[in-house]
């Protein structure tokens, strides 16, 4: 397990890439859920209560980070299938769009856009947000598992 | 003839005293000042003031009471503002309604003012923040919650549930909205901090320290 990251992230390339991916998912994930904020002062901020979703985005941003750049490393390299990269970009999204609608400026534009199904779509986007990370949490580590498995395969990599 | 005379004083000295105490136990004025505003912003339509009316620098809040991050404010924020601040006469409050996230939102809203002219407009409001719950148009707003919610607080519910069903202040919660659009507010909770020399806005459940650094400069 440990030898097919250090193959894919031995590549400056992707290891750059897996930074860019982390720094902004969680920036992006951390500013929209209002943990920091940059104006009119950068400061960060966790209200009593919310520490779980801190530790979700934290477990996302992380396991993007891992799991796309090894996905872009299969197709670019090793010429695999695309059907896992689906799954990782799936589970990204499906974890940052969750709570992202909220009462903050992304659903108040859905909503003011969409209008009674943007507001559906908001609402459900923040009661679910806590099953909704979970689950893309879930699906980014089965593609992990499954990535993994198909780099051990496919470079012969002794686990 | 004197006994009617002496009934009718009654009635009249009745009503009188009535009248007298319930405006003498009112917690809060009602806002009746139809050209209110606020720097830029016309808070006509708002909620009463809370705090001293003359104190030189306003907070105006525009939030939602199914909006989460208006809860977290209301709860993490809120209470030092009103310690360091509002209770010391330095700076006052209005809120205003950007009622968007759901169907019982601006019914919210509107029950918030029904209880304003009962006179306990922030004692409904304190109480719908402190009755939030996680699901947005899960029922803990809906149309009996809310009636509930005022007959826990004791106001007359012939006159609540008249107000509220009727939506008398539907056109007020929609001004209140209008404001904020006008002002460029995109989500909630949003704040101006209206002081003498203009007014700055802050957007989102900011911390404490962020409220301290603006406000203490303009004190």
């Known amino acids: ?159 | 003839m004197n006994k009617k005379i002496l009934i009718l004083g009654v009635i009249i000295v009745g009503i009188t005293v009535t009248i007298f105490t319930s405006f003498s136990t009112s917690s809060e004025t009602v806002n009746l000042d139809m050209g209110r505003t606020h720097g830029t912003i016309s808070t006509s339509m708002g909620s009463p003031i809370l705090g001293n009316p003359s104190a030189p620098i306003t907070i105006v809040e525009f939030g939602d009471y199914q909006c989460h991050q208006c809860n977290n404010w209301y709860h993490n924020t809120k209470p030092s503002i009103s310690h360091d601040y509002i209770e010391t006469g330095k700076i006052n409050l209005v809120f205003m309604d950007l009622a968007f996230l759901g169907n019982d939102s601006p019914k919210a809203a509107q029950a918030s003012y029904c209880a304003e002219d009962q006179g306990l407009y922030w004692d409904y409001h304190d109480l719908l923040y402190n009755s939030q719950e996680p699901e947005i148009d899960g029922g803990w707003a809906n149309s009996e919650r809310l009636k509930a919610f005022a007959f826990s607080l004791g106001l007359d519910m012939d006159l609540f549930d008249s107000c509220l069903d009727s939506g008398k202040y539907s056109k007020r919660v929609q001004y209140n909205i209008q404001q904020a659009h006008e002002h460029g507010v995109k989500g909630t909770p949003g704040f101006f901090i209206v002081g003498p020399d203009g007014q700055q806005q802050i957007g989102g459940a900011q911390p404490f320290s962020i409220f301290k650094q603006i406000l203490d400069p303009m004190i």
């Open chain 1, 1 to 159: 397990m440990t030898q097919a990251i250090k193959l894919v992230f031995s590549h400056s390339t992707y290891l750059a890439i897996s930074f860019v991916i982390f720094a902004s998912m969680l920036v992006g994930l951390l500013l929209l859920s209002e943990y920091i904020f940059l104006e009119p002062y950068v400061v960060s901020h966790l209200p009593p209560g919310t520490e779980f979703g801190l530790l979700l985005i934290v477990i996302l941003s992380a396991l993007s980070a891992l799991v796309i750049p090894m996905n872009i490393f299969r197709i670019s390299v090793l010429k695999s299938s695309k059907q896992k990269m689906n799954g990782s970009i799936f589970g990204s999204m499906i974890g940052s769009i969750a709570g992202a609608c909220s009462c903050g400026p992304i659903g108040f534009a859905l909503i003011s856009t969409f209008g009674s199904i943007g507001a559906t779509t908001t609402a459900f986007l923040t009661n679910y947000e806590t099953p909704i990370r979970v689950v893309a949490i879930a699906v980014l580590t089965v593609t992990y598992f499954t990535t993994v498995k198909s780099l051990k395969i496919e470079c012969k990599v002794n686990s």
